[in-house]
């Protein structure tokens, strides 16, 4: 029954889920970026009609009113899903073009190229490529957390009683490990823990079917998907709660949204309209998960829509910014930093990183 188990999951997550990698959300393959079908993708497809001028714009695309939206294959694009459905509805003042990546990598390389206005990128590569590259500021946070213990039974209520434990998880020496580990000497039993690094989430959970006191760290989508194959696995630690418990200026965070600094600086008002139009989106996700995960299907990020509306409540989406924006997630990064200045490119981002509307 394991074996049949672990063959069925497989199956259901090799659909269409992403893996969780370095950066919480980036995946594997060599796909190419998945374009959502925007009204100026079809009039592009289909030719003629009302929509036929309106051509994918390759560059300053922000002076008539288009903003092309990179994002990553994950649960930071499950936010602007209705945002983008509103603009080929014709609802919003800004027209968004939005192109899902398979890999973060395909993101920092349109906004560095110039092909992307604005991004959505994992929050320690988007400091990262700051430090290299610049010519961009953080306008949003646009997920915190979305890392989760999992177990078979009903053992684990804090972090504290992982003590004695080992953890089965990916994402040896990159954001998952460092977030444990903070969460760990925080509770004063680092030393008392003893990590398990797999390649892949499939392996955390292959392991915790074939040890039934195996304990799990995994990301959403993929721990829903889990769960509802085996209802003998239980969501334990929800990883952005336990951080809220021991810090109050900082935050777990997955992902933030971007804006390149020349729209900011010749266009301001249309950066305010992008972040408003996140912050709707976000609200209309997060009250309507059934309507949204019809929506979060058809971009690709999640094969099957009770999958994706059993796995919005947990993926912490949110828009948040100004000054609260700068607190968390300076905060955050000061943590990462601390552990390994490379998670954030050496050296902590200048002020110019975040930017607050002020």
Known sequence: MKRIFS???VFVLLLGLCACGSDTETTAGTERPVVST????KAAQQGGGENATRERPKENGFQNGVLRVYSLKGPTSMGIATMLRDSEEGKTDVRYVSTVCTTADEVTAAL??????????????????????????????????VLYV???????????????????????GTTPEYALRYLLAANGIEDK?????????????????ENLAAIGLLPQPFVTAATMQ????????????????????????????????????????????FVKDCLLGVDNVNRD???????????GIVAKAPIAEKAI??????????????????????????QNPKAVGEKMPADEFYYTGE
Request: hydrophobic fraction near 45%; include cysteine.
């Open 150 to 172: 999992v177990e078979n039974g009903d053992t684990i209520h804090s972090v504290k009683d992982l003590e004695g434990k080992t953890v089965y998880m990916t994402g040896k």
């Open 112 to 145: 560095v190229n110039g092909e992307a206005d604005a991004a959505l990128l994992p929050a320690n590569a988007a400091a990262a490529l700051f430090n290299k590259a610049g010519g961009f500021s953080v306008v949003a946070i646009n997920t915190l957390g």
């Open 38 to 41: 925007s009204a100026y993708s």
């Open 7 to 9: 063959m069925i999951l």
């Open 230 to 273: 085996n209802d003998q696995l239980r969501i334990a630690l929800d990883l952005t709660a336990e951080w809220k418990n021991i810090s109050s200026d900082s935050s777990l965070v997955t992902g933030v949204t971007v804006v390149r600094n020349e729209i900011i600086e010749k266009n301001p008002d249309m950066v305010s309209g």
């Open 289 to 299: 998960p059934a309507a949204a995960a019809e929506l979060i299907v058809n971009m």
């Open 193 to 209: 823990v003893t990590l398990e690094f797999k390649s892949e989430a499939q392996e955390v959970v292959t392991a915790m079917g």
């Open 313 to 338: 409540p947990y993926c912490n989406l949110v828009c948040i910014t100004g000054g609260e924006m700068k607190t968390l997630l300076s905060g955050y990064l000061k943590t990462l930093y601390d």
